[in-house]
């Protein structure tokens, strides 16, 4: 499924500790197909690649970023303005509101009318149910045993067999009851027939609705996009409702949805109770189809601590051999600023390496900070000349071993070379092989 194939994928670029080494056509080729394996529509899934591919190459990538986690940042933010960006609201215009609800059989229409009313009574206005589904003489009950779990009233017309008359008595109901949002439930078929159609393009130009929602599973994929297209020709409807996201679904439907209709996703559906309703969050929906929470918080962490004219200036200092201790406890104080530092110091210039076999906390920092503290502003801006006195005098300055300052002084000058050697292979950029 698209969870493992793109944790495999990203696993090959997080194990990469050189940028070199990385083959990022290679990586977009594969979430590309991950992408496709998970429902999301292959010409959505190309043009998002592209353009991941685009923005990926030639990109400065700070040393405090590992290139696979800055890429899946790009994949990340691709997904998520695809999918709209921002959340979208409904909209409850006219007194009444009519809120359509349409879709196939069994996409949940019933279920989301219900929450629905729920959640918009929340905010003390006056909802009223419509069962428009004149088909299946269980739906009138499916719907009044939901309106009454949620305290929403239903109006029914159990002997009328058409749907638009029952919407129109149900809008005037509406407005001679005080109620101020009308939901109307709709029938469905279990696939796309001109009949309903027809029917549900009919209630809705009789009702005139402020807002028309357009419900369907996520668990049926490609199908999905189909479905979508055929409603949006017919209704041209405002925003879509995903449910069952409670099942084992990546929600790759949510993002090729909003790529083939260009219609935002209001809500998704997490469960068959009243209260698992959600609003749509493209960010978190971007995250669920990439499976990737951790990966992502690792890196907004670093770009949060990192200042990119800090880190600027670090590699310009290190182009020209001047790292100096200064530069090192500068770094060490960015350290301190993230929270999980087991998993962050590797990604810091200059202190990630040369900690690595430390046990990294607090405590590990302090007899550094100490020694480094306890050399005058010339040692520490010329390393090269603390000597063995310099470095007894340190020593006991900080009340640490002389071991540990010899210690220190081996670690920064292997760190320096390993710096200088980085830099010399690519000057900071993220080299791309085989690119056309
Ligand atoms: P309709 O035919 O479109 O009105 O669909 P229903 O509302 O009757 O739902 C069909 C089935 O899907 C019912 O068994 C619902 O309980 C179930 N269902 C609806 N929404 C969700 C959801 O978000 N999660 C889960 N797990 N089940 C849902
Ligand atoms: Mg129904």
Redesign the pocket.
């Known amino acids: 499924n698209l969870s493992s194939k793109l944790e495999q994928a990203f696993k090959t670029l997080k194990g990469q500790g050189r940028i070199t080494d990385i083959n990022v056509a290679q990586t977009v080729k594969e979430i590309r197909k991950a992408l496709i394996d998970a429902d999301v529509n292959y010409k959505v899934a190309k043009t998002v690649t592209d353009s991941i591919l685009k923005e990926a190459i030639g990109r400065e990538v700070l040393i405090a970023v590992k290139p696979g986690e800055l890429l899946t940042k790009i994949v990340y933010d691709h997904l998520t303005s695809l999918m709209g960006g921002e959340k979208t609201d409904i909209s409850l215009k006219g007194d009444p509101a009519v809120v359509l609800?349409a879709?196939?059989?069994?996409?949940?229409?019933?279920?989301?009318?219900?929450?629905l009313a729920s959640h918009i009574k929340k905010q003390n206005k006056n909802v009223l149910l419509v069962a428009c589904?004149i088909y299946r003489p269980a739906?009138i009950d499916?719907l009044k045993v939901l309106g009454e779990q949620v305290g929403v009233e239903v109006y029914s017309e159990p002997e009328n067999k058409d749907a638009v008359t029952i919407a129109k008595n149900a809008i005037a109901y509406a407005k001679a009851n005080n109620k101020k949002v009308v939901i109307v439930?709709t029938?469905?078929r279990l696939a796309v027939d001109e009949q309903m159609m027809k029917e549900i393009a009919a209630v809705k130009q009789a009702i005139q609705p402020s807002e028309t929602l357009f419900?369907v599973?996520?668990m049926t994929g490609q199908d999905a996009v189909n479905t979508a297209k055929t409603f949006n020709e017919r209704l041209d409807f405002d925003g879509v409702v995903l449910?069952?996201?409670?099942?084992d679904t990546r929600g790759g439907a949510a993002l090729s949805i909003k790529s083939e209709v260009n219609k935002p996703i209001k809500f998704?559906?997490?469960?068959?109770k009243m209260d698992?309703?959600d609003a749509f969050y493209p960010d978190r929906m971007a995250q669920r189809i990439l499976g990737m929470g951790d990966v992502l918080s690792l890196v907004e962490r670093a770009q949060m601590v990192f200042d990119e004219e800090e880190a600027k200036r670090i590699n310009q200092k290190l182009r020209k051999n001047q790292f100096d201790f200064n530069d090192f406890l500068s770094q060490l104080e960015q350290v301190k600023k993230m929270g999980d530092m087991k998993d962050l110091v590797s990604m810091i210039p200059g202190v990630g390496k040369a900690l690595k076999d430390v046990d990294i906390n607090e405590d590990a920092f302090k007899p550094i900070v100490a020694m480094i503290q306890s050399m005058t502003p010339q040692e520490r801006a010329n390393p090269d000349m603390i000597n063995g006195s310099r470095r007894k005098r340190i020593a006991a300055g900080s009340g640490v071993q002389i071991q540990q300052v010899n210690n220190l002084m081996k670690h920064f000058e292997e760190l320096r070379k390993m710096m200088k050697m980085m830099n010399n292979v690519k000057e900071g950029k993220m080299k791309m092989p085989n690119m056309k």
């Open positions: 609800i879709g196939l059989q069994g996409s949940g229409k019933t279920t989301f009318s219900g929450k589904d739906a499916q439930d029938a469905g419900v599973d996520s449910t069952k996201l409670d099942g998704v559906g997490n469960g068959e698992a309703l």
